[in-house]
C-alpha cells in the first residue's frame, strides 16, 4: 500500500511543482475536456474518485483490467472500493483535493455492481454526461490510447485549478466580511440563528464537532479545560482510540473528562451500549460522555441514559446540538463573537473532503448578510 500512495504523491507533486492551467497532459482535446467537465463540476464528484480509485489500481498492478474495479467480476478484476478509501481518500486528504468526502462506491451509480465499466454501461447518476465521460476515459486507457499515469496527472492538474478558484472565492468573501467591521456585534441568538442555517446547508455532518470544538476554545481561560485536537471526520473512532468527536481534558492534565460524540439521527440504546464498551475497553475515568444530535431525542432512551450514572460513575446526557449552543452563548454572552471567529476558523481550516467549498462559502455569505443587516 506505501508504495502506491508515494506514487500518486509523487505524480501530483510533479503537476503542482510546474503547475500550468493552461498546459495538459493529454493530446486528446476530447479527453481534455471529459478531465476538465469532470472535474470542474459543482454538484457531483463522485466520478473524480471513481476513476483515481480505477488508476490507482492500474498503476499499482497493470496487469489488472481498469475496467473491472469489482471483484465478483473475476478475472483481472479488483476491488475499486479499497483503492478508494485506502489509498486515494489519503491523497485526497493530504493535498486537500475538491473531492468527494467519502467514497465514490457507496453513491447509487457505483454501488452493488459486477458489471465491467464499458462506454455502452448506463450509470444512474446526474449529470448523466460526467458518468459518460469517465466510463469513456477509462476505456481509452484500456484501450491504450491514453496512460494510467497522464490521465491521472491531468486529473490532479484540474483539482489544483479547481481548489486555487475556490480559495479566491473564500477570499472574496472574507473581504466582503471586512467591510462590516465596526459593525455592532451579533447577539447570542442572532448567531444562533446564523449556525441553524449554516446546518440546514447540506453536507454538514462535520458542523456540530466544529461547534462544541469553537465553543471550548473560545472559553477554555475561563473554564479550565480545553478540547483535544480534533481528528479526522472520516477517521473512526477504533483507529484512533478515541472515545468520541471532541475530547476535553483539564488544562495542564492529559486525563479526558468528558467526550462528545455527534450524531446527524437519532441516538439509541446501542450507541449507548457501544460507548458504554469504549470506556470499558479503555478502563477510563471519564466523567462525562454527551450524545450531541441534530435529530430528536428519544425520551426512553434519554432516561436509559441518564440511569447510568449510579451504576457506572459516569453521567451520560443526549442534548440537542442548538439548544447546546444557545445555552453556551448565553452563559458565555462575552465570548459570543471569539466563538463565531473561532467556529469560521475551524469550517475555512478543515479540509474540503470534510467540509465542503459551498459549505464553506454558505458560512462567509450567510455571515455577511447577518452583520450587513
Known sequence: ???????LRDLYLEVATDFD?????????????????????????????????????????????????????????????????????????EFNLPCNPTTAYLTPA??????????????????ADIY??????????????????NLLKEI?????????KNERR?????????TTEGAQPLSSEQIVTLIQQHLASGNASRLPTLIVAAAYQSVSDKIGEAAKPLNAHNAADKQTGA?????????????????????????????????????????????????????????????YAKGLYN????????????????HFLHFFHRSRTNFLNIYQALVLAEPNSSVGQPLKEAFLALRSAAEAS
Do not use: H, W
Open 110 to 127: 457505483f454501488r452493488n455492481r459486477n458489471a465491467t465499466m464499458t462506454p455502452d454501461l448506463k450509470l444512474e447518476g446526474r449529470p
Open 156 to 164: 490532479y492538474k484540474e483539482l489544483i485549478a479547481v481548489r486555487s
Open 132 to 149: 459518460q465521460y469517465a466510463l469513456d476515459l477509462l476505456d481509452m486507457v484500456y484501450q491504450g490510447q491514453i496512460t494510467p499515469e
Open 243 to 303: 472515545y468520541g468527536d471532541v475530547e476535553v481534558t483539564l488544562q495542564n492534565d492529559d486525563r479526558i473528562v468528558t467526550s462528545y460524540e455527534m450524531k446527524d439521527k437519532r441516538v439509541t440504546r446501542n450507541d449507548i451500549e457501544i460507548a458504554l464498551q469504549k470506556i470499558a475497553n479503555n478502563n477510563s475515568a471519564i466523567d462525562n460522555y454527551i450524545f450531541i444530535t441534530t435529530d430528536e431525542i428519544d425520551p426512553l432512551v434519554s432516561e
Open 21 to 93: 492551467v493552461n498546459m495538459s497532459y493529454l493530446s486528446d482535446t476530447k479527453a481534455q475536456k471529459k478531465v476538465a467537465d469532470i472535474c470542474q463540476n459543482i454538484r457531483n464528484k463522485a466520478p473524480i474518485r471513481f476513476l483515481m480509485s480505477c488508476l490507482a489500481a492500474k498503476l499499482d498492478n497493470p496487469k489488472v483490467d481498469i475496467r473491472k474495479p469489482y471483484t465478483q467480476i473475476g478475472e483481472e478484476s479488483f476491488s475499486g472500493r479499497y483503492y478508494d478509501e485506502n489509498i486515494v481518500q489519503e491523497i485526497i486528504t
Open 311 to 326: 451504576e457506572t460513575g459516569v453521567e451520560f446526557a443526549i442534548l440537542d446540538c442548538i439548544g447546546f449552543l444557545r
Open 170 to 178: 473564500i477570499n472574496e468573501l472574507i473581504a466582503n466580511l471586512k
Open 1 to 7: 500500500m506505501t508504495g502506491i500512495i508515494q506514487q
